[in-house]
């Protein structure tokens, strides 16, 4: 049992690993702050999803789950509200950063 | 040394806890109470004070207390050796008389609460408490907070009146304040990973010559000197101290600097006993031999007489690092080491007194004039004979002409640098009193010179005021006659420096 | 080399690279983020004081871990100060540098 | 000891770009980062109590003062160009620098084997204060003076900062008053954490007295969740002349002050607790303290009266 859980938690967390590394990549190589904005937020997003997820197979009680997914959760929210409001900077000034 | 805490110690958390309550009270109950609230306080914190001195010279030891009953290394202890007793009357003395003359420049508003006024009593007090908290820390690490609490307190009486360039010496003061206070930290860092306690007695105990204590003591010292202003580090200090309103310049001169200085005192005197340091205490000589000489010549070029006093403040701290290489001097004996060392702590007091005395003075002119040029001196002793009365007084302390504190100091310094051999260190001593003389005189002879039509005062200055100006460089001007038995006091708890060097 | 040494190390090099970056920056922002950065190398070097002292069944030694909280505390409190002497700077005279030649009128 | 060097790499590298970064905001958000590096440095030091104060003070709050400072100073960046120093100086402190950093390091290395430590004592005398958490006995009893007095230190800073303000507007509100995004999602996030934010720093001082936390990572999240709430206008500043604020202010170092005066009486030493009671008299004082210290840290980072009471 346990080696399964290990297993998919070892698939979970290269999943989330790939997606933080095409964030990444993203980050570094679109041309303008929006695509850049939005390779960064959606792919960590999700990367930062699966590590959670592989994390989740090894939780230890209830409790830790809910705090492994609450983080995943603040993090969105973060994420989100951050993206928005260097999004509307962005627009404002008319830059391309 | 006493183990445990001592009969009288409580008295050294009063002088804390006294200026602090002050602090507490003052903030909420606003501006129209705060000067009230301050001077309610002097009185009874001036009580504690001489009771201190009393207490440590009567038990002719060491006050002792340790906070909350739990003994170093785990707790933190506060001491009152003669020193320190000598220091907190000084600071006493020095904020009552400040407070008193402060009384006009900042009164209590009518209807509203003033910025200035609340800012400055409330930090008055925390200077006060903060000065205290130095005098008698007895860890290292309580001692940075303590320095840290100073530096807070002291910041913002800069730039009170709020003008731009104020603004910047408080910044650039600032800045420094906080290099040298993250440098004693990481000094103290290093003592506590090599002997596992910040307590300054205990740490004498353990305390070996190595990398370790060497690099924490050179690091504290150079944080500390930043802290004093000593040569090359005095850039920040003209600005702050001839930009503070006076009474605040009187504070930061006479005082805020002299608790860097003794820390350096406690520093190489008290845990490092053990410690050959002679090369060390040659460099931190000829530092003050720099600060000396830069301090006076630039002095002497001000046209400002608030940047002079600031210039001249910068030298007067170059004396007082002078006594290190007189008073470490381990092969003569310890017997003119200590004549050195009673003569640097008289210049500190001494000085304190003198350049309070003297900033006020000043502020007295700026504030019947308008202005502060020293060309345009000419006509204010007669108009103000009092206050330039107490000028020439203070001046006497700088030049280290008799009748003065300055004068007994600077004359125990040179018989201590000619008898040990060290004549480099008179020569030094001599110049810095000639030019202390010409700075000084240069402003009395304008100030006593007849205007070519008279002056026409501003504002009028009661004579309460100057009063109090009078009496702050009076005092000066006695420790040049009570010599003898305030010395001994400050031996007291001092093992390796004997008595009989003095005698 | 323990962990304890290694962060040690790493607490020595961010003492000196934050007083290089005190020492040639002229903007004093500049100069207050390399202060925290000196601070940051000195709490470290006392964490690790506390890490190697760990005993008596505890990770670390607790007193110079509460001293770091204190010193934190202190370290935010002076960038605050400097920080709002700064701002009130720029506000008075447009500038925000410390040029040699301010002196008091 | 993989995961550490390449941490300690990381954070050094981190901290070489806030040096070295041409634009004073670029340096600032990698001093952010450098902040929470540092906090996981403090997790691998074991320090956890250290961590939280790191990520939430050292990082957060002052990442969150500098940026705001760095933004409104962006276009004053040119005028540095001219006053840098020469190479021959930058190569001076350079060269300097590094000397002092390996001189440093020598000391680390040569510190003494087995390390000196309080651990014991600390963990001996834990009963005696009733609480579980070391650092919290350290900073609340053994060494409490040093915790009281930088509460004042706080107050300080504080009425310092206040002290800047011009004459005129003595009294006044702090901050700009126009809440950034108004009905944006910052003020939605804002309706959204803040409640969650204050029973977050409520549990962290709470717990403090067993496990890592205490009353300045409390009282640190609490003082961001009121910022967030200034900030997005959800709550104006207070005026600085305000009777209640001020009581705020100082309410919880006059608590601290009165027991610890008290304890002259009831436990024979300035700052000493009844071993009986000791667990019940520092919640006591910590309570009134964490409001006083999130109080002043928040204000602090609202900066000096800016705008006259309306």
Partial sequence: MSFALDVLTILAVLTGSFFFLAGTVGLLRFPDSLSRLHALTKADNLGLGFVILGLLFQAEGLFAALKLVGIWLFALLAGATVAQLIARTARMSGSTM | MPNSTTAGGF?????????????????????????????????????????????????????????GNWDPPLGVAFRADGLSAVMIVTAALLICGIGLFARAQFPTPHGAEARAPLVFWTLLLAVWGALNAVFIGGDLFNLYVALELLTFAAVPLVSLDGRAETLAAALRYLLFALLGSILYLLGAVLLYGTYGTLDIVLLSGRIQAGPAAWGAISLMTVGLLAKAALYPFHLWLPPA????????????????????????????????????ERIAAQVLGILGAAAILVGSVVALRQARLKLLIAYSTVAQIGYLFLMFPLAIEPETG??????????????????????????????????????????????????????????????????????????????????????????????????????????VFLVLARALADASEPVTLRSTISPGRQAVVVALALCAVLLGFVPLRPLELLQIGRPDIAIGGLR | MSDATLYGVLGAVLVGLGLFGLIVHPQPLRKILAFNLIGGGVFLLFGVVARRGASAGLGGDPVPQALVITGLVVAFAATALAVALLLRLFQETGRATLRSDDSPP | MAFDIGLATLVLGVAAWTIAARDTFAAV???????????????????????????????????????????????????????KPSAIMRLAAALFCTLMSAALAAIVLLLPEPAPTLAPQAAANLAATGLGN?????????RAIDTLLEVVVLLLALAGTWSLA?????????????????????????????????????????????????????????AAMWILAMMTGLVDAPGVSGRWLRLALVVGPAVFLAIGLAGFALAGAFLAYPESHAKLVILTIEVPVTLSIAATLALLVAGPPNRALK
């Fill in chain 2, 11 to 67: 008295l050294l958390v009063l002088a804390i806890v006294l200026p602090v309550v002050g602090v507490l009270l003052s903030l909420p109950l606003g501006g129209r109470y705060a000067q009230r609230v301050a001077l309610i306080l002097m009185p009874a914190g001036l009580a504690v004070a001489v009771a201190i001195a009393v207490g440590v010279w009567r038990t002719n030891d060491v006050l002792q207390y340790f906070v």
């Fill in chain 2, 241 to 276: 101290h001839a930009g503070a309103p006076a009474p605040a310049s009187a504070i930061l001169s006479g005082l805020v600097v002299k608790a860097p200085f003794f820390l350096v005192v406690r520093l190489w005197f008290d845990v490092t006993p053990k410690m050959p």
């Fill in chain 2, 334 to 439: 310890h017997a003119w080491a200590s004549t050195a060392w009673t003569a640097g702590m008289l210049q500190a007091i001494s000085h304190a007194f003198a350049k309070a005395a003297m900033f006020m003075a000043a502020g007295l002119i700026a504030e019947a004039l308008g202005h502060d040029r020293i060309a345009r001196l000419s006509g204010i002793g007669r108009a103000l004979p009092i206050t330039v009365l107490a000028f020439g007084l203070g001046g006497l302390s700088l030049m280290g002409l008799p009748p003065s504190g300055g004068f007994v100091a600077k004359a125990m310094l040179l018989t201590a640098a000619v008898a040990e051999g060290q004549w480099w260190w008179a020569v030094v001593v001599l110049t810095g009193g000639l030019l202390a003389g010409g700075y």
């Fill in chain 4, 29 to 83: 958000i990698g001093f952010v980062a450098f902040g929470l590096l540092l906090a996981l440095v403090w997790v691998r030091v074991a320090a956890p109590d250290v961590a939280l104060a790191e990520a939430a003070l050292g990082s957060g709050l002052t990442g969150g003062l500098l940026l705001s400072a760095s933004s409104r100073l962006a276009h004053t960046n040119g005028s540095a160009v001219i006053e």
């Fill in chain 4, 134 to 142: 070391p650092v919290t006995a350290v900073l609340m009893a053994y």
């Fill in chain 4, 166 to 222: 011009p004459d005129h507007l003595w009294g006044g509100l702090p901050g700009r008053g126009d809440p950034v995004d108004r009905g944006g999602v910052l003020t939605f996030d804002a309706q959204l954490l803040v409640p969650i934010g204050i029973l977050v720093g409520i549990h962290i001082f709470w717990v403090g007295s067993v496990a890592p936390g205490g009353e300045f990572q409390g009282a640190t999240i609490l």
